[in-house]
């Protein structure tokens, strides 16, 4: 399995495990279970959720999926922006660790940008660290100039990742996002790397992988996981699934392959708004 060093140190799978609408339908919560643990049991150990997702729904049942192997999970999870507040966001984390049935989250990220300042919520994450409720924190969905002003706020260099859409449809990042973060030594976490699923039907990429021996959706996330310092999370519901993307964790594409894939999905040549799902 591919690894990805955290700014304090901290190793974590570079492919984990994106939970966004698992949950919400109670006849297949025993499958989403069945499947994040697998997960889990194969080394897709970082499992990331908001408390965003069905209103908590998720957080209860990676918190049930997790609850006796607790201690092999790299638990992300989200404080909506609304809830950033310095008071709002220790009792949204304290909300969401009754959901989870845990005594910590691994690293807290700010979901996006409200109207809160950065250094009410930073200080507040700061706060839920030495209360040990959380080891860590982090951004989702900051473009550069958020991430500028997020690095000259007080307490700035203790953000430890910016979760944002990167896959091969979704490049903009490469332009500047992804080099700055890189300069700045901040890994990025990226979101639906298979487009929720729609890259999966895409011809060309049908057409490469099976050529390769291997599936669209290995692919795909073997692309994302081209670069040490990029996270990716896809969300899979079934057991065969969450299997099958396992199978890019440790998978090197070609020179060759990646020029094809260049072609079909050309690199950014110039600054673009940040996209987001
Ligand atoms: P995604 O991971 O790109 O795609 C998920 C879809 O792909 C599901 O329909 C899944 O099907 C399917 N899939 C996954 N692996 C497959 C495989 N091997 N073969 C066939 N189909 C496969 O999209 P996402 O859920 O939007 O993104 C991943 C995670 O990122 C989320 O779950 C969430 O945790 C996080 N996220 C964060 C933000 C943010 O704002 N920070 C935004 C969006 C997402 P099944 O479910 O049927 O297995």
């Known amino acids: 399995m591919k690894q990805v060093t955290l700014p304090d140190g901290h190793i974590v799978p570079a492919l984990g495990q994106g939970t966004w609408y698992m949950g919400d339908d109670r006849s297949k919560r ?15 150990t970082l499992v990331d959720t908001a408390e965003m997702y069905g209103g908590g729904r998720s957080e209860q049942l990676v918190g049930e999926a997790i609850k006796d192997v607790r201690d092999q999970v790299f638990l992300v999870d989200k404080v909506l922006p609304s809830n950033a507040s310095s008071k709002g966001t220790i009792t949204a ?6 959901n989870l049935q845990t005594d910590h989250i691994d690293l807290y990220l700010l979901h996006w940008s409200g109207s809160y300042r950065y250094e009410e919520t ?4 700061e706060t839920l660290k030495q209360q040990g409720k959380i080891a860590r924190w982090g951004v989702s969905n900051m473009d550069p100039g958020e991430m500028d002003e997020i690095l000259a706020t007080p ?26 973060c890189r300069e700045d030594g901040i890994p990025l976490m990226a979101y639906s790397p298979v487009e929720q699923s729609r890259l999966l039907r895409h011809k060309g990429v049908k057409d490469i992988a099976a050529k390769l021996g291997i599936t669209a959706a290995q692919l795909a996330l073997a692309w ?11 969300k899979a519901s079934r057991v065969a699934h969450v299997e099958d993307n ?9 020179p060759e392959t990646l020029k094809e894939l260049d072609h079909l999905f050309p690199a950014p040549t110039r600054s673009r708004p940040l996209e987001i799902l």
């Open 246 to 254: 396992f199978g890019a964790a440790d998978l090197e594409l070609s």
């Open 30 to 44: 025993s499958e989403e279970i069945a499947t994040l643990r697998r997960g889990i049991e194969l080394g897709m």
């Open 224 to 234: 994302v996981l081209r670069q040490e310092d990029v996270i990716a999370i896809p």
């Open 93 to 98: 984390c304290e909300r969401s660790l009754r």
């Open 155 to 180: 307490q700035g260099d203790q953000c430890m990742v910016n979760q944002v859409l990167y896959n091969l449809t979704r490049r903009g990042i490469e332009f500047d996002l992804l080099p700055m």
């Open 122 to 125: 930073f200080k507040a994450f």
